[in-house]
Structures are given as C-alpha cells and as structure tokens.
T-cell receptor, first 112, second 113 residues
Framework: EAGVAQSPRYKIIEKRQSVAFWCNPISGHATLYWYQQILGQGPKLLIQFQNNGVVDDSQLPKDRFSAERLKGVDSTLKIQPAKLEDSAVYLC??????????FGPGTRLTVT | AQSVSQHNHHVILSEAASLELGCNYSYGGTVNLFWYVQYPGQHLQLLLKYFSGDPLVKGIKGFEAEFIKSKFSFNLRKPSVQWSDTAEYFCAVSYTGGFKTIFGAGTRLFVKA
C-alpha cells in the first residue's frame, strides 16, 4: 500500500512569511496527526484529527498555526506569520483504529 | 504533565556489542508503549509495540523490549548490534483513554563496523 505522502519536502522562507504543508494519509486511515520535530528533540504533537474532526490541538499555537482536514482525507497545515523558532521538520502520520502510526517523510522548514 | 524520558542521547557501540536503551514514562494510568526507529534518510517507522499481555515484546530485526510496570519503564534491547542498526530510536507512550502520543527526545545510536 502507498505510504503517507507529504509535500513539499523542503521549504525556506523569511520570518513573517506564510507557508503551507500538505499531507495525504494512507487510504482508509481515519486518524491523522501533525507533529513538529525540532532538531535534537522528539516529535511533538500539534494536532490530531479523527476523520475531519479535531481530537487534540492543545499544543498548536493557534495565533499563527492552523490546520484543516477537509472530507476526512488529506490535510493542510499552515503557519502565518512564521517565526525563526518555527524552523523544524513537520511530520504527518496516520493510523487506523489503533495507536500504531505510519509516518510520512516530513517537510523540513527553515525560517530565516 | 505526562512525559517520556530517554536516558541516553548518543550511544556509540562496536558491532556485536549488546544494546540497551532506557525509556521511562510518567505515571498516567494504562499505557500503550512503542519504540520507533529512524534510519538515516528514511521515515520514522515502528520497531515494536506493547499493548497488553506478555511484557517482553519482540520486534523487527532482533529487537526486543521489556515493560516493567512497577518501574514505568520500557527498555529496548538487542543482544548483538550490527552496523545497519545505526539510527535514531524514539520511545513513545500513549495513555489508554486519551489520544495523544508522547515521544521521548530520542537516542542516536552509532555502530562502528
């Protein structure tokens, strides 16, 4: 089966610009996750969707980050405006009625 | 707050050496436990998991982990490492009834050929 797809793979932007990431989960997976992984740290959950509803977004900086999952399939994560500290790898993962997650390749964001 | 601690950030071993990576989690009730691995240039992938039953679980590539409930630990072991085990290893915990999976900071393992 096809894995979790993410794009772009790399993005460089200046601070205060906006950026969007896209994720297509494994077909049939109801749960979709966005993580932020800063260099030297483990992934930190930003938001979790169950179908197209939000299950957990307690660690999403809502003043600048937003995410949506229309039709319960693919998802976009947006940052507007970006700050230097947003430089990280943004990981998307999906799972199917369980806790085992399948990860995409990630998007490496550099904010200058 | 719930947290996961990995004891070693960097480990260097020679081939054929034994490996044990420590992982402790904060108390929060019934847990599901995972070890994920990220090989150089690859995605994070599941190495092994514990949901219930036998506390000694076996994963891919000869890895195993033991859940010790009294110590809130889930240490990863391999009796004899290979150069191809060079990777970053993440311990993760999700609390049954909750939804969030919490990851440790990771341990970078380098195996010398």
């Amino acid at each position: 089966e096809a894995g979790v797809a993410q794009s772009p793979r790399y993005k460089i932007i200046e601070k205060r610009q906006s950026v969007a990431f896209w994720c297509n989960p494994i077909s049939g997976h109801a749960t979709l996750y966005w993580y932020q992984q800063i260099l030297g740290q483990g992934p930190k959950l930003l938001i979790q969707f169950q179908n197209n509803g939000v299950v957990d977004d307690s660690q999403l900086p809502k003043d600048r980050f937003s995410a949506e999952r229309l039709k319960g399939v693919d998802s976009t994560l947006k940052i507007q405006p970006a700050k230097l500290e947003d430089s990280a790898v943004y990981l998307c993962a999906s799972s199917n009625q369980g806790y085992e997650q399948y990860f995409g390749p990630g998007t490496r964001l550099t904010v200058t | 707050a719930q947290s996961v601690s990995q004891h070693n950030h960097h480990v260097i071993l020679s081939e054929a050496a034994s490996l044990e990576l420590g992982c402790n989690y904060s108390y929060g009730g019934t847990v599901n436990l995972f070890w994920y691995v990220q090989y150089p240039g690859q995605h994070l992938q599941l190495l092994l998991k514990y949901f219930s039953g036998d506390p000694l679980v076996k994963g891919i590539k000869g890895f195993e982990a033991e859940f010790i409930k009294s110590k809130f630990s889930f240490n990863l072991r391999k009796p004899s490492v290979q150069w191809s085990d060079t990777a970053e290893y993440f311990c993760a915990v999700s609390y049954t009834g909750g939804f969030k999976t919490i990851f440790g900071a990771g341990t970078r393992l380098f195996v010398k050929a």
